[in-house]
């Protein structure tokens, strides 16, 4: 008796395993994508298996898209907004987090405003918010830039890894740089915050969550699952920040970073579910604007922005919350007059 109750046992956990869905979830190792991590902890309750897999930068996600490899991802919108207008196939079903990007200065490097950037080597990853920003903080200030020289600023494209080494070593004078390695390089005192750089039509950066369109319209059930594991992850995250804390630290970092690199990171970057079709279109017309993404032909906001699924989660998980309070944006002091 105690042999069938035992293979009872194998195969109604077999059978469980197997009416698990699997998504697989292209993620980024930083601190403000924490609670998209943290959904395949919970995703069982919801009959779903995630299979997560991180990528160096967001634009990298694309082609693996485009392979039929992954069916969601989570990255800056302008890598969601590049992909889209190249042909991949996805859609933007929420936001889940704002901020995320500081300009940082080298401690030594005598920057104290934008203006200051002239003449200077600012470094920033390709494809992403921190790029865009930039570009649209240079243009406001009235500077021009290029990766080769002759203009302003010379802007030298890194990967996000190399960004703080570069700094500390001086080969760069300023980063646009994300989180938590923009909190990183204040706390360990080689920068200085120059500008949360939020002050642009642009406003405050908002990264997308989003899924294919084979996901969205053919596996709608398992669409609105993964919506429902998401909004929940969120929440806890943004309900517990203890568990917030230890989850993104310990099983994300692996304690590489310090408890106010964390503190500092999400103060910049709070967790979030919400996104708008008007933003998309806002950060599309300036993606345009200043040539990021070559974009050959920009996509429409309505066209690929569907937040049924999301609205379907948040009223069956009784969330109707006020939206978390954004990183306000670094006043930036302005010029003295020159006396005439």
């Given at each position: 008796m105690r042999a069938k109750s035992f293979l009872s046992l194998l195969l109604l956990s077999s059978l469980a395993l197997s009416a698990q869905d699997v998504v697989r979830l292209g993620n980024l190792k930083f601190a403000h994508y924490g609670a998209v991590s943290y959904m395949k902890e919970i995703a069982p309750k919801y009959r779903l298996k995630i299979e997560e897999r991180m990528f160096?930068?967001?634009?990298?996600?694309?082609p693996a898209i485009v392979a039929g490899e992954i069916d969601a991802s989570a990255a800056a919108l302008d890598a969601a907004i590049a992909g889209r207008a190249q042909g991949?196939?996805?859609v933007v079903v929420a936001g889940f987090a704002k901020g995320g990007a500081r300009i940082v200065a080298g401690a030594n490097a005598g920057i104290k405003s934008l203006a200051d950037l002239k003449g200077k080597k600012v470094g920033v990853a390709r494809g992403g918010a921190q790029e865009l920003l930039l570009l649209a903080e240079l243009a406001?200030?009235?500077?021009?830039?290029?990766?080769?020289?002759?203009?302003?600023?010379?802007?030298?494209?890194l990967p996000f890894a190399d960004l703080n080494q570069a700094l500390m070593a001086g080969n760069i004078h300023a980063m646009c740089q994300s989180?938590?390695?923009?909190s990183q390089a204040i706390n360990k005192k080689f920068g200085i915050e120059?500008?949360?750089?939020?002050?642009?039509?642009?406003?405050v950066p908002i990264r997308a969550l989003v899924i294919t369109e084979k996901l969205y319209k053919e596996r709608r059930d398992v669409a609105q699952r993964f919506l429902l594991c998401f909004v929940e992850a969120t929440k806890k995250f943004i309900d517990e920040p203890k568990t917030a804390e230890k989850y993104v630290r310990e099983s994300m970092f692996k304690n590489q970073i310090t408890s106010d690199d964390y503190q500092d990171a999400i103060d910049n970057s709070p967790f979030s579910y919400d996104i708008s079709v008007e933003h998309v279109q806002i950060t599309t017309d300036l993606m345009a604007k200043y040539g990021v993404g070559k974009m050959a032909a920009p996509p429409k906001a309505p066209d690929w922005v569907k937040l049924d699924l999301l609205t379907e989660a948040k009223k069956q998980l009784g969330i109707d919350q006020p939206k978390p309070v954004a990183p306000k944006p670094t006043p930036i002091k302005s010029p003295k007059a020159k006396k005439g």
């Open positions: 160096a930068k967001g634009i990298d996600i694309n991949v196939p996805i406001k200030a009235g500077l021009t830039w290029s990766d080769k020289p002759g203009k302003d600023v010379l802007v030298l494209y989180e938590p390695y923009s120059v500008i949360k750089p939020y002050d642009t039509p642009m406003g």
